[in-house]
């Protein structure tokens, strides 16, 4: 198997005595096809039951027997009306669904229903994925409401199709053969989002480039727009700041000029009779080198509120990304989002939302929660993560990332209170805000199997699920999606379950333990590079992060520090503030810590980090054994790949490990305890390492 079907493959069950239990309660299906996309919610049931259940699927809704499966919008001269269901879907919204067993003119039906088309098509997944994973079907009460309204994937796609921190091929979108030829991929991404409950993309690099928004680009993005429209997906494009002085000949791109205003104002509408549900633009201001409201003296709250204004009668929104920092040399680049955005809140349009990344650095292996989260309680804030491993391993390496943002999503911020967690934050409940969402950044690309590592695609459905359901455990998003993937087997899935959860912290030991950070290789970020110190501004440079010094190690974010610490609540600050009581994962992320320093463990900090870097080492390498044993339950072509991808993983975490622990040891000045086997290689070796190979920017 190539992957192409992701976690739809519909194979057929092989445990016999369910699936003839399945047979038994599926005799028919009855879908009405009035709309596209209830014929997606017919065609998705006649291919999905054909595959799993292995016989040829009855449609008419009319069987002598016991056994219809009856997928309709809610209808009180319907199934779903006899059915007594109208009362459930009082709860669910627009997007939520219900799947119930109800016996209707005698005869027992399931009954997969919603208020709106899409809803029912959510369901129809819903329903294919009890099957997939062997679920009991024969009494059904289930209501699913998506607990956020936005649920998205970023592309940093770029027009000529390469892909931002992409490790899995190019971009999906071609733009030359568009808008005339829609490529199926097309539709089985939409179809794949769907599954998964995910109902935007943004299409385009957040480096934007004003060229996607001419008249002939739109009509690339209207023909994507009408492709995924069924599949309840909306489009959205990243806007340019200065697009009116590159395609609009204007002077300025000032927020507060008219011209501007009005160039805006054309702009949008134009683009809304080309695609009249477009989502809205997600915007990348004064940050990076890119152009924005501050290159005016406006604030960011100008830039945004002036596109807000521009697009609100379409019923657009704008995404206004928090990943800034200034071209000053900052004391501390993790307080700048929060120092540029905590005195703008309340002065956003209310169709604005703050992007905001999971932590204030960048998509670390691990991060604390960025303390913009509960510090803006008048203005919705959207959570980015990243799916794309930029920072865990790129395309070589198995992170599961549902324990990553788990982790983030559990924080409590304190901000009203104990409870207000990070998750509560953004899904609206803390500060009562109708508009909320999630969004990843996208790791797909035109490699056959979408994500280039097979067990990244986890990742893509562990972003698409927790969008919807953030109570949803590491673990029972690792099973659904290994059970899909690969194999209802019991041995298999107990040992694939934990090996795909333990997967990230593993990473983090032989990468970042114990709360180190941005130690990665300049400009591709591959690799481990804790030595460079020559770059332009300061917090380019690992050695910014890391601070080791002949005393210790690690960056004083304290009072006596940088005082980053200051941005969060005073339960938090407390907390991590103390030495003895900041959590030891995040220990050199708070504090500059003697190597002495006595850790819980007993051992020094210099020994500790020796212990992190070689079990995590060694931890690749029991997931090698373990994977080689999974052999009899997967298909050769996938696999021979992930063998192979987790023997360049195991080289590659040695890599880490060694480089590190040397330049490290050249502070510490202290032995590598001499149970341990030496690094084989000099630092000098290490150092002299370059990959004009590896995927870049
Ligand atoms: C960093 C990436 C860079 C992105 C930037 C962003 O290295 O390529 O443009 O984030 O999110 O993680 O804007």
New binding site residues.
């Given amino acids: 198997e190539t992957g192409y079907e992701l976690w739809m493959r519909y194979v057929p069950v092989q445990n016999q005595p369910l699936l003839n239990s399945y047979r038994l309660q599926i005799n028919s299906i009855a879908v009405n096809t009035g709309s596209p996309t209830l014929r997606i919610v017919k065609n998705e049931l006649i291919s999905g039951l054909t595959g799993l259940l292995g016989k040829k699927i009855d449609t008419t809704g009319k069987t002598a027997l016991n056994g219809i499966l009856s997928a309709e919008t809610y209808n009180p001269a319907g199934v779903s009306g006899k059915a007594g269901l109208k009362s459930l879907l009082e709860q669910t919204g627009e997007e939520g669904f219900v799947i119930a067993t109800k016996t209707v003119n005698n005869k027992k039906h399931i009954i997969i229903t919603g208020n709106t088309d899409i809803a029912v098509l959510y369901g129809t997944f819903h329903f294919l994925r009890l099957i997939q994973t062997q679920q009991n079907i024969s009494s059904l009460q289930i209501i699913s409401t998506p607990k956020m309204k936005l649920r998205m994937l970023n592309h940093w796609d770029n027009l000529n199709r390469t892909v ?2 992409g490790y899995s091929g190019s971009s999906i979108w071609n733009w030359h053969t568009l808008p005339g030829y829609i490529d199926p991929r097309y539709v089985d991404y939409a179809r794949a989002n769907a599954s998964i409950g995910i109902n935007g993309t943004v299409l385009t690099n ?2 934007a480039n004003a060229t996607f928004l001419t008249p002939p680009y739109l009509q690339k993005v209207k023909a994507l727009a009408d492709a995924f429209r069924p599949y309840g997906i909306k489009v959205y494009l990243t806007a340019r700041f200065s697009a009116p002085i590159e395609i609009g000949k204007l002077k300025t791109a000032d927020p507060l000029d008219p011209q501007v205003q009005q160039w805006w104002n054309d702009k949008i509408s134009e683009i809304y009779q080309v695609i009249p549900d477009f989502g809205g633009f997600v915007v ?1 201001a004064n ?2 080198g890119q152009p924005g409201p501050q290159d005016y003296k406006r604030t960011h709250a100008d830039g945004a509120n002036m596109l807000a204004s521009a697009i609100a009668p379409h019923k657009g929104i704008i995404i206004w990304r928090a ?1 800034v920092y200034s071209n000053e040399n900052p004391v501390d680049r993790h307080k700048q989002a929060y120092d540029d955005f905590v005195p703008l809140d309340g002065k956003f349009n209310s169709n604005v939302m703050v992007q905001v990344k999971n932590g204030a650095i ?2 670390m292996p691990r991060e604390p929660f960025h303390p913009l989260f509960g510090a803006m309680p008048k203005t919705p804030l959207m959570m980015e993560f990243q799916v794309t491993q ?1 920072y865990l391993g790129q395309g070589t390496t198995l992170a599961f990332l549902a324990p990553l943002f788990k982790e983030t999503l559990e924080s409590d911020t304190y901000s009203k209170g104990k409870g207000s967690t990070v998750a509560k934050v953004i899904d609206g409940s803390v500060d009562q805000h109708a508009l909320n969402g999630m969004a990843g950044v996208s790791n797909i690309g035109s490699d056959i199997n979408w994500t280039g590592h097979p067990l990244s695609q986890a990742n893509w459905y562990a972003l698409g699920r927790l969008a919807w359901d953030h109570s949803l455990s590491s673990e029972k998003i690792a099973e659904e999606w290994l059970r899909m993937s690969f194999s209802n087997n019991a041995a298999f899935l107990s040992t694939m379950i934990p090996l795909m959860c333990n997967s990230r912290e593993t990473v983090v030991r032989y990468m970042n333990p114990i709360g180190l950070h941005h130690i990665m290789g300049t400009s591709h970020h591959y690799g481990p590079a804790p030595w460079v110190s020559n770059l332009n501004r300061p917090e380019w440079n690992p050695v910014y992060y890391h601070k080791a010094d002949s005393l210790g190690i690690g960056f004083d974010r304290t009072s006596k520090g940088s005082n980053a610490l200051g941005q969060y609540a005073p339960e938090v600050r407390k907390l991590w503030e103390d030495i003895n009581t900041c959590e030891e994962k995040n220990l050199l992320w708070f504090h500059h810590v003697p190597w002495t320093f006595k850790m819980k463990s007993g051992r020094n900090v210099w020994e500790e980090l020796c212990y992190n870097y070689y079990t995590g080492a060694e931890k690749v390498k029991q997931m090698q054994a373990s994977w080689k044993k999974m052999q009899p339950f997967v298909d050769p072509q996938r696999f021979d790949q992930i063998t192979m991808l987790f023997n360049v993983q195991y080289e590659e975490a040695i890599w880490w490990r060694n480089a590190c622990l040397l330049y490290f040891q050249t502070f510490s000045k202290m032995p590598i305890p001499s149970n341990y086997e030496k690094p084989d290689r000099s630092l000098d070796y290490y150092k002299s390492l370059r990959f004009p190979f590896a995927p870049g ?1």
């Fill in positions: 931002e921190r957040v480096n990348k940050s990076e990943f960048d998509f930029e920017i």
